[in-house]
């Protein structure tokens, strides 16, 4: 029940270098049944199940943060065996769970299950973009890892922005406040006002969670200026516009110039037949389902909001391990994964 | 319609018509998340519990 993710493993897909991977992808979906398995025009893994109106998306990304980890077994022939690999958590874990338990599930009357292996997601989710553009699907599982008993609903939203302050040149001896001495004030205005809205906030789902990821500062005979790079993690209910709006009102006569993609929160729906069926089918496995919630941001924060169908993110492994240098998966887990997502797409089309 | 006891606070919880194995209600005495576990005899226990993770 490994081999899809021993093999998409194997193949080494930073984001920007996914080809081998996607047509490894593609082939394999070819050699375990699916009707139907092609690039698509962004250059995503797509494998289509089935005929019916009715159509499950099952979202999962095949590109890795750049660093190759050797591909290798540890305890192979023992009771825990141990996969490394770069992506073998974030995210081929949840994505060859995917490939595999639709065909192990295979065509369901009235019912397609689509699988895709987007491109991109740890840069601008190039491949989600489009995605989202291309379907409307009546239930959505995007893979991510949390743990073969977790289903998580929620992951949080992101802004960055740099807010620069600009002065004109003073004496030092003069005491009129420097950029530097501005930028500096208007960061404790930013934690204060935050830790104000975070008081009685207990998760940190609902917190706006800011971060200092830089500072610049330099000036010339005329002028003295200062920058602070800004990240914040956003709740549901502060979309990007409005923290924007707070730094622009915090910043005073500071810019404040938004930097890259922002991406809204989102927090899915508990009470839906795609949450049901997973919990029956944590269950089914021995499993006590749990529920979670994520501070980072995922593909499902691209598509949800687009798609406006029940949603949830699901996949085997740890997520403490994203991005490190020993990212490793238990294949136990991985396998009753496997089996948790048959048994609930299984029910989920009865 | 059947009613059941709440596991947290034992207010007594009625299950609506339609009621689905599996559904979260609320307990409207204590505010705690309940699962429907069965409808035919009606039962529940408490809703899986929710987690906070840092990363994707």
Redesign the interface.
């Given at each position: 029940m490994s081999d899809t993710l021993i093999g998409l493993v194997s193949q080494y897909s930073p984001s920007g270098q996914e080809r081998g991977a996607v047509d490894w992808l593609v082939a394999r979906m070819k050699s375990l049944g699916y009707d139907d398995a092609f690039v698509d025009n962004a250059g995503n893994a797509v494998g289509v199940m089935g005929q019916g109106p009715k159509q499950v998306i099952l979202l999962g990304h095949i590109d890795t943060v750049p660093g190759e980890i050797s591909v290798e077994f540890v305890g192979a022939t023992g009771p825990s065996p141990v996969l490394y690999g770069r992506g073998s958590v974030?995210?081929k874990g949840p994505l060859a769970c995917f490939a595999d338990a639709v065909a192990q599930v295979g065509a369901k009357g009235g019912w397609q299950f689509v699988v895709i292996g987007a491109i991109e997601e740890e840069r601008d989710s190039d491949g989600a973009r489009f995605v989202a553009t291309q379907y409307k699907p009546d239930f959505a599982i995007i893979g991510?890892?949390?743990q073969w008993d977790?289903?998580a609903l929620g992951?949080k939203g992101s802004a960055w922005a740099n807010v620069t302050v600009k002065r004109g040149q003073v004496h030092s001896a003069s005491g009129k406040q420097t950029a530097c001495e501005a930028v500096v004030e208007l960061w404790q205005a930013v934690k204060s006002f935050t830790d104000s809205y975070n008081a009685d906030k207990p998760?940190?789902?609902d917190q706006i969670l800011p971060t200092l990821r830089g500072m610049e500062s330099g000036m010339d005979e005329n002028e003295q200026w200062a920058t602070l790079k800004i990240g914040a993690r956003l709740p549901v209910e502060c979309p990007p516009q409005d923290w924007y709006a707070k730094l622009n009102e915090l910043a005073g006569d500071a810019k404040v110039q938004a930097g890259g993609y922002a991406i809204p929160a989102w927090a899915c729906e508990?009470?839906t037949p795609l949450?049901?069926?997973f919990?029956?089918g944590i269950r089914s496995q021995g499993g006590?389902?749990?529920?979670?919630?994520?501070?980072?941001?995922?593909d499902l924060n691209i598509v949800a909001p687009v798609w406006q169908c029940p949603a949830v993110v699901y996949g085997p492994g740890d997520?403490?391990m994203?991005h490190t240098p020993n990212e490793h998966i238990d294949l136990n887990d991985y396998r009753k994964a496997v089996d948790v997502l048959s048994a609930a797409l299984s029910k989920l089309t009865a | 319609m059947s009613t059941v006891a709440c596991p947290e606070c034992e207010a007594e919880v009625t299950l609506d018509a339609g009621t689905?194995?599996?559904?979260?209600i609320v307990c409207s005495d204590c505010g705690v998340?309940l699962?429907v576990t069965s409808v035919d005899p009606a039962a529940v226990q408490l809703?899986?519990?929710?987690?906070?993770?840092?990363?994707?």
């Open positions: 974030d995210a991510e890892p949390n977790r289903v992951y998760r940190a789902f508990k009470n949450v049901r069926a919990l029956n006590e389902p749990r529920f979670v919630y994520k501070t980072g941001t995922a997520s403490a994203d | 689905e194995v599996g559904e979260i998340d699962e809703a899986p519990m929710e987690q906070e993770d840092w990363g994707e």
